[in-house]
């Protein structure tokens, strides 16, 4: 099984969804050179946790050389949209033809159609909750007919049933976790650093675990980066530490997560830290939020040190259930075992790869050809 990233946040799923299956299936990384790749830092932090080992970064030339040589019996297709379409294009024409998955880093709902046609031709793809197999299913039906949905939680998140802040230390500690799209105005962002400082006033450690530092590329451009926000306020952010690094290092007792909307929530709910969604700026498909109503998370800036004080927010252990901490076994590794079963009886993989064609497809294309810069630490062919 050979697993093919292209930023940071899908190097994490890709290489803990390898983790994730085990003995069963020898998996490798590789990255694809690409506008997006990550830094040495960001590989080593995508990487931690895992039995991996930091990913080879190949040219796109390289990467269909590769597959060519020494085809695997899957081809797990962790990349942006545009990537992911070249990808499975390239993928298609090579004999025999891989079994192909494609998936995914975090919050999937709303279903977004274009990540779904972007992905046509995938034998499968990755759900993390039912909410969101439910979804994509009905996506998928009109854009992707022959991509077969199946349900998996977040290969990254640890094991156990821990929803919610089981623990209910006192918060001492507070984590905000950002997102790179939301909320996409500057002043709404400032007055998320104005929240963190009084939270920090009120005796609390607040720590912003950032995705990458101003010089390091993520998977979604930030127009805003807090860092840098803080950074040019007058008189800062006193009592705010910006961080970077595995999230799971930051989730201990007494510590609390915050975010605007993340898949950060899930990881921290399943170790079961307390999390508090600001709904400050409204509860709409813009702020990629409108899943956590009914969550029991949902709360006010002005609210949230008391809320905190008691312990954070009580989750509603129903919509946990329905928004990725199911107790249903992965669908994957069987899903799996049956089509690459299926192939190696008849010769061959699925329906083929769409063709490459217009000018979006020779765009996804051309920024893969061009020169990128490669991450450091990280080995290059």
């Known amino acids: ?59 796109v030339g390289g990467l269909v050389r590769r597959l060519r040589r020494d085809p695997p019996d899957v081809l797990l297709v962790a990349c942006t949209g545009p990537t992911a379409r070249v990808v499975l294009a390239l993928a298609g024409r090579v004999r025999p033809r891989p079994v192909t998955v494609v998936g995914l880093p975090g919050w999937a709902l709303p279903a977004s159609p274009r990540a779904v046609a972007l992905r046509r031709g995938a034998d499968l793809f990755v759900a993390h909750s039912r909410a969101e ?46 997102q790179a799209l939301v909320p996409a105005a500057r002043p709404e962002r400032e007055r998320l650093l104005d929240g963190l400082v009084g939270l920090a006033a009120a005796g609390y450690e607040v720590v912003v675990k950032l995705r990458g530092r101003a010089a390091e590329r993520q998977t979604h451009d930030e127009r805003w980066p807090f860092d840098e926000l803080a950074a040019a306020r007058p008189g800062g952010t006193p009592g705010v530490r910006f961080e970077t690094g595995p999230l799971a ?19 921290a709910l399943a170790s079961g830290v307390p999390v508090a969604l600001v709904d400050d700026f409204g509860v709409r498909d813009e702020l990629i939020n409108t899943a956590f109503r009914g969550s029991g998370l949902l709360v006010g800036l002005a609210e949230l040190p008391a809320v905190l004080a008691v312990g954070g927010p009580v989750p509603d252990r129903a919509w946990l259930a329905g928004h990725g901490l199911h107790p249903e076994p992965s669908e994957l590794p069987g899903a799996l075992h049956g089509l690459v079963g299926a192939a190696a009886r008849s010769g061959a993989a699925g329906a083929g790869a769409p063709a490459l064609r217009g000018p979006a497809d020779l765009r996804a294309l051309a920024r893969l050809l061009a020169p990128a810069p490669v991450a450091q630490t990280v080995r290059r062919r």
């Open 133 to 178: 197999r439910a979804a994509l299913e009905r996506v998928a039906a009109q854009l992707a007919p022959g991509t077969r949905v199946v349900l998996s939680r977040l290969p990254f998140l640890p094991d156990g049933d821990r929803p919610g802040g089981v623990d209910r230390s006192p918060v001492r500690r507070v984590v905000f976790a950002p």
């Open 1 to 59: 099984m050979l697993a093919v990233a292209d930023s940071d946040s899908y190097l994490k799923w890709a290489a803990a969804t390898l983790d994730a299956l085990g003995d069963g299936f020898a998996g490798r990384l590789a990255l694809v050179a690409s506008p997006v790749l990550p830094s040495g830092a960001q590989v080593a932090a995508a990487v931690a946790g895992t039995a991996l080992r930091p990913p080879v970064v190949r040219r």
């Open 249 to 267: 290092s930051w989730l201990g007792p007494g510590t609390a997560l915050v975010t605007v909307s993340s898949t950060a929530a899930l990881e």
